[in-house]
């Protein structure tokens, strides 16, 4: 069971690990977008970081959902560009999805990324495949929905979760852009790793990093 604590562990973890690639992520961007990817996420993980805090002086998120939707409202208000409103939603989606639970199951979990999928996929109206965050989210979702339903362990859940999203992140390499800036640049965006995808696999592997130690 995961409550509002774990939620924000993982996102301070998610945080710290977008700041720790920051300039990676960038340098994904810079092939084959404009260069802002890490430096657009990592300003929206401070701000994220900065609204958890301001909270802790007595309003303090206290259910899993707000937690998240307190990270996507955030997300939205700083972070520009096409992963500012995407995540924004991702997050606010995801949240939405957990209601006003204190206490969160993998099932639930599994229910949450899904709804953040969704939410992505109707804001960015992209499909697997089309190389952007989309790739990442869908792969590591069903591989974790997959592998409730199959009886595996927690852990191993959570680590087929965050496998299948660093896969589909490394898979994005050969794929022409098909949604999003990258697509401008046709057959060139060929042979670079999506950045959104990139990013994705991190926060995900995040939060199985934080949900395996509980
Ligand atoms: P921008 O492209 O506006 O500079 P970022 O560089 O922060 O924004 O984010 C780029 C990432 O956003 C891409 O690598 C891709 O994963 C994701 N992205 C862009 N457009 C879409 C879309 N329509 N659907 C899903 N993800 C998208
Ligand atoms: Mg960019």
Redesign the pocket.
């Known amino acids: 069971m995961m409550d509002a604590e774990v939620f924000r562990a993982w996102i301070t973890s998610a945080a710290e690990v977008i700041q720790a690639n920051r300039d990676h992520l960038t340098q994904?961007?810079a092939a084959?977008?404009?260069a802002?990817?890490g430096i657009?996420?990592a300003r929206g993980f401070t701000a994220v970081l900065g609204a958890l805090e301001a909270r802790d002086s007595g309003a303090a998120p206290a259910t899993p959902g707000r937690v998240l939707i307190l990270t996507g409202n955030t997300i939205i208000s700083t972070?520009?560009?096409?992963?500012?409103p995407?995540y924004g939603m991702a997050f606010r989606r995801a949240g939405k999805s957990l209601g006003d639970a204190a206490d969160v199951d993998l099932p639930a979990l599994s229910a949450a990324l899904e709804a953040a999928l969704a939410g992505?996929?109707k804001?960015?109206?992209?499909v697997e495949g089309?190389?952007?965050?989309?790739d990442a989210l869908a792969a590591g979702a069903r591989a974790f929905s997959k592998a409730l339903a199959e009886g595996a362990a927690p852990d191993d859940a959570l680590s087929a979760l965050a496998e299948a999203a660093a896969s589909a992140s490394a898979a994005t390499i050969p794929m022409r852009a098909l949604?999003?800036?990258?697509s401008y640049l046709g057959p060139r965006s060929v042979g670079h790793q999506?950045?959104?995808?990139?990013?994705?696999a991190l926060i995900l592997a995040a939060l199985r990093d934080t949900a395996r130690t509980r």
């Open positions: 994904l961007d084959i977008g404009d802002d990817h657009n996420l972070v520009g560009g096409a992963a500012g995407l992505v996929q804001l960015g109206a992209a089309d190389k952007t965050m989309v949604k999003g800036r990258a999506d950045p959104g995808a990139a990013s994705t």
